[in-house]
């Protein structure tokens, strides 16, 4: 139950008519849409009532019509809810609005039915956000408005409002509204916050919004018979944490009946899984006498969260969630009880609950998107389908386009634009060249004039264009026939090509017998070399090796030879002891202990490339047998974030690995500040949680058969002279084949503290396995902890991470070698990954790539707000995680 928000309009008169009609309020950055506003009409207007300046909505969308409510709704309707648009065609109607990228807004979109279209049939359709689904609006046939409401941080400075017929009905909205908010406010550690209820604790009827609300934020009361109400006529200071609850909320608040029982606020979700977060308003409202005290506990379903709260007079304090809570079977319970030094009892002012609701769908990359539009300007295209995200969601692509989305890691883009037959006028446009990753461009069947530009040849990506029955001049650039030759298919016409009429035409029945004999040998040479050449170029690459997968598309590069066929690469890559004795210059220099021997630095003769050698020690537990086996199949694994190997020795008693050399060392190394004093920034330690998530979603789901690495930990994480952090150490991997998502192994192997504890119980391995280590490890980044200490309150680092989660203080939490140097969102973010990962079962943890997308997002908006840390000290925060330790939820 999102309340349905009543517009009735004999309620707001009630609340605005008398106070309010005073100048409005700033309403800087504010966006407010009457949809549906009559061409004739001025816009904008102000909302007398509300003091809201409205505009139409016709500049922000190229589809839908005007409707209007019942007329006999007219004299208790709101000028801004009268007029309505529809969207009697298409699937998806967009709205496409300009705003601040990075501006964290609350979004409300309203429709009031009001039997426009005298069907009396109740519409329901989706809202989405850009390509992600927002929610489902369902307008009922009642005689109020619904609104929904959401708390979105702008990914870009463009952004889409699009709604999605689901049936028969049709879409529609009154009013579409974005208000900016404090940046530093409704932060969540990932998703955004879909409006659930919003209440102020009173007794009175009414509902208090703009201009009370300079946010703009609809409060509704909501008051029970078990509770008391207590007010003060002196206005509050709101202004503190950025949340500005108006003052005539806060000027209110409910305290038990009883003034021994503890105080309780109930409410249920629609949807039991949902992840809530919760925000509680306080501002003492009595003057305190010397003798009186009021301190209160806050509980969560029954567990104390935030312990000895006192609130502080005529000053707002706004205690929230730092991490999304559940309720059980969808009932939250709020409980304030007093402490017992407390001669008063507890109260509230106002909640609000949100649910989280996530975006993963990413976006067509945004140079795409400016360049498509911009052709759309050029040639006026209205295309019923041409609006919002142009390639996804898949179902809702622009006509005429294709686009890569090969994964979930990298921006579709846009590869295929047909315009074949669309009557489009003029120059071929500029905007085409942007779109850099084209593959087939077809302008066919037009009227396009000009010349053929020379960027066609520049496109590097462009195999395919046509641009035949045209009437276009000029000759075909010299680099674009260039390219031609290179393979680009190319059709033009007729007399283009011929252009200035050099060449030869369709009038070929005059040429000699003997021309045409010689055009067609030379066509023949021609198609000989041609062959030769391709059947050489295709050769080519069966000698050489595999590269290594660029890092952002892992999972096409998937390796899938056979073992079988392996023999020519092991022997090439196999050396000698002796060999390996002058690589090392007799073992020269250690570089440390690994896994199973002793690991020396080497360079491979004859050439500047320097290696890691380790030698495995007699008393290695590994058969020689196993050796060969896993010495196969890890010359096959090529990941940019996976140190490689570049050869081994397998004389009978002397076994050596010989990877790539990592010139700076192991991650544990540097978090140490062994290295130098330097301490590594959060941003590279986000990149390097980057690289190392990709390379175990290599090792997860991009090869064939699958491993899981079993020794997840920080020393096995190395960092090369750029800092690109790859993942080293497979002496425990083991392979296992598709299809068997998990096996039995007799001996448990890897590092205590990393180890899941899932695997210890009952032996059996699975990718999860992994998950639970990097999650160890991403705690170990944040929080430079060691992994386990004795020494402290909580010897294991996921419980001691909990533990200092529920004192609520992020700054303890962190390594103070940061020096507070990172942004408190992408900081939570990490956090609650970290702990998602290293939950207790299996069941509960993401894979890696949900851990990359993750970690990516991350990273992402750390590098955005990059030096800028806002949790501000008056507001309190809470995590309600003592139960489920070490479980963040
Ligand atoms: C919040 O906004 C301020 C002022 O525009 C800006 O300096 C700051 O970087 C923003 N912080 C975040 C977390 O976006
Ligand atoms: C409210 O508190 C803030 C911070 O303490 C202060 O800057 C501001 O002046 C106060 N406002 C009023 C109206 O007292
Ligand atoms: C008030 O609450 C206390 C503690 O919960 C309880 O013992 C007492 O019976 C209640 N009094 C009334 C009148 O309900
Ligand atoms: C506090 O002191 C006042 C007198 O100054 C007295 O009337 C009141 O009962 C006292 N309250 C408590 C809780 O002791
Ligand atoms: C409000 O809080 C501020 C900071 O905590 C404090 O300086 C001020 O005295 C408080 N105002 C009132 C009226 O209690
Ligand atoms: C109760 O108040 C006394 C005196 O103010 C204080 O010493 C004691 O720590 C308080 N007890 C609790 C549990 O807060
Ligand atoms: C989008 O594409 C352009 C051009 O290829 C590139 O420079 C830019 O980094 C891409 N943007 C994102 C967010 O990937
Ligand atoms: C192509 O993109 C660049 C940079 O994004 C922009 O400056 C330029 O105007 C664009 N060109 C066209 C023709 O749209
Ligand atoms: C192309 O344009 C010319 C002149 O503008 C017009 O006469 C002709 O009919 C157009 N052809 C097509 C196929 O639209």
């Given amino acids: 139950m999102e309340s349905p928000h009543a517009v009735l309009l004999v309620v707001l008169i009630a609340t605005f008519a008398i106070s309010n009609l005073v100048q409005a309020e700033d309403q800087e950055g504010f966006i407010s849409l009457d949809c549906g506003l009559a061409p004739n009409e001025v816009s904008p207007y102000i909302e007398p009532f509300t003091g809201l300046r409205f505009s139409s909505d016709s500049s922000f969308i190229q589809s839908g019509k005007i409707g209007r409510v019942d007329k006999s709704l007219e004299a208790t309707t709101l000028k801004s809810y009268m007029t309505l648009r529809y969207?009697?065609?298409?699937?998806?109607?967009?709205?496409?609005l300009i705003v601040k990228q990075g501006t964290t807004y609350l979004m409300r979109a309203t429709a009031l039915y009001g039997n426009y279209d005298g069907l009396n049939?109740?519409?329901?359709?989706?809202?989405?956000?850009?390509?992600?689904?927002?929610?489902t609006l369902d307008t009922g046939i009642s005689l109020t408005g619904v609104a929904k409401e959401i708390i979105y941080i702008t990914r870009s400075n463009s952004l889409d409002v699009c709604l999605v017929k689901t049936d028969t009905s049709t879409p529609f909205l009154s009013l579409l509204e974005l208000r900016p908010l404090d940046n530093d406010t409704y932060l969540t550690s990932s998703g955004s916050l879909k409006k659930f209820?919003?209440?102020?604790?009173?007794?009175?009827e009414s509902i208090i919004a703009y201009p009370d609300d300079v946010k703009d934020r609809i409060w509704e009361s909501r008051f029970e018979s078990e509770w008391k109400q207590i007010s003060t006529t002196l206005k509050p200071n709101n202004s503190i944490g950025g949340y500005f609850v108006p003052q005539n909320v806060l000027m209110t608040a409910a305290i038990p009946a009883n003034d021994s029982a503890p105080f309780s606020f109930t409410e249920e979700l629609d949807s039991p899984t949902d992840e809530i977060y919760v925000y509680l308003h306080f501002s003492e409202v009595q003057s305190l006498q010397a003798n009186e005290s009021r301190e209160f506990d806050i509980l969560w379903s029954g567990e104390v969260v935030y312990e000895g709260f006192s609130p502080n007079y005529l000053n707002i304090t706004t205690i929230k969630t730092n991490t999304p809570l559940t309720c059980e079977d969808g009932k939250c319970n709020l409980g304030l009880r007093r402490t017992k030094n407390s001669t008063l009892p507890p109260f509230l002012n106002a909640i609000e609950f949100y649910t989280v609701v996530k975006f993963p769908q990413l976006e067509t990359n945004g140079t795409d998107v400016v360049a498509i539009k911009d052709i759309k300007a050029t040639y006026e295209l209205n295309r019923n389908t041409w609006q919002g995200d142009p390639c996804v969601p898949q179902k809702f692509r622009w006509d005429g386009l294709d686009c890569n989305s090969l994964d979930t890691l990298t921006l579709p883009r846009i590869t295929s634009l047909n315009l074949s037959s669309t009557g489009l006028k003029g120059n071929i446009a500029a905007g085409i060249q942007n779109l850099t990753h084209l593959e087939k461009l077809d302008l066919s069947n037009n009227n396009l004039t000009g010349g053929i530009p020379e960027f066609l040849a520049n496109m590097k990506s462009l195999t395919f264009i046509n641009l035949s029955n045209n009437n276009l001049n000029g000759s075909i650039p010299q680099a674009l026939l260039k390219r031609e030759k290179e393979g680009l298919k190319l059709s033009v016409d007729e007399k283009t090509r011929c252009f200035p009429g050099s060449c030869v035409t369709t009038t070929k029945k005059k040429f000699p017998v003997m021309i045409v004999a010689l055009v067609s040998s030379a066509v023949v040479v021609i198609v000989v070399v041609l062959v030769l050449i391709f059947v050489f170029k295709k050769k080519k690459p069966s000698n050489l090796e595999a590269l290594p997968p660029s890092s952002n598309t892992p999972r096409e590069n998937v390796t899938s030879t056979s073992i079988s066929d392996t023999s020519i690469e092991t022997k090439r890559k196999r050396f000698s002891y002796s060999e390996?004795?002058?690589m090392t210059k007799n073992l020269q220099r250690p570089l440390g202990e690994g896994g199973f021997g002793v690991v020396y630095h080497g360079d491979i003769m004859g050439s500047s490339q320097q290696v890691a050698v380790k030698l495995l020690s007699q008393s290695s537990t590994q058969g020689y047998k196993e050796f060969k086996a896993e010495v196969e199949l890890l010359l096959r694994v090529h990941h940019i974030n996976l140190v490689s190997l570049v050869g081994y020795c397998d004389e009978r008693d002397h076994l050596a690995l010989i990877y790539e050399y990592m010139s700076n060392k192991d991650l544990k190394h540097h978090l140490s500040g062994k290295h130098g004093g330097s301490v590594l920034k959060w941003n590279t330690r986000l990149q390097i949680a980057v690289d190392a998530a990709l390379g175990l979603e290599y090792l997860h789901i991009g090869c064939r058969p699958s491993m899981v690495h079993r020794d997840v930990k920080s020393t096995n994480i190395l960092l090369d002279e750029q800092f690109t952090a790859k993942i080293a150490d497979f002496g425990l991997s083991r392979s296992f084949q598709l299809g068997d998502e998990s096996q039995v192994s007799t001996v448990v192997a890897g590092t205590p503290g990393y180890l899941d504890p899932e695997y210890y119980r009952t032996g059996r391995l699975a990718e999860m396995s992994d998950v639970y280590s990097f999650g160890i490890v991403l705690l170990e980044i944040i929080t430079n902890q060691r992994v386990i200490d004795p020494a402290r309150e909580k010897s294991h680092i996921t419980d001691w991470t909990a533990f200092m989660l529920n004192r609520g203080d992020i700054t303890r939490i962190m390594d103070p070698n940061l020096h507070g140097d990172y942004n408190s969102r992408s900081v939570w973010r990490?956090?609650?990954?970290?702990?998602?990962?290293?939950?207790?079962?299996?069941?509960?943890?993401p894979n890696m790539s949900q851990v990359v997308i993750e970690l990516k997002e991350c990273l992402r908006s750390e590098n955005k707000t990059e030096g800028m840390d806002s949790h501000s000290s008056y507001e309190q925060s809470m995590s309600f995680d003592t139960k489920a330790v070490p479980s963040a939820r």
Wanted: charged share 20%; with cysteine.
């Fill in 197 to 204: 209820s919003r209440y102020y604790l009173s007794n009175s």
């Fill in 121 to 135: 049939n109740s519409p329901k359709f989706d809202l989405y956000i850009g390509a992600n689904l927002w929610t």
């Fill in 830 to 845: 990490a956090l609650e990954l970290a702990m998602m990962c290293a939950n207790p079962s299996s069941e509960k943890r």
């Fill in 87 to 96: 969207f009697p065609d298409g699937k998806r109607n967009c709205y496409n």
């Fill in 580 to 582: 390996v004795l002058e």
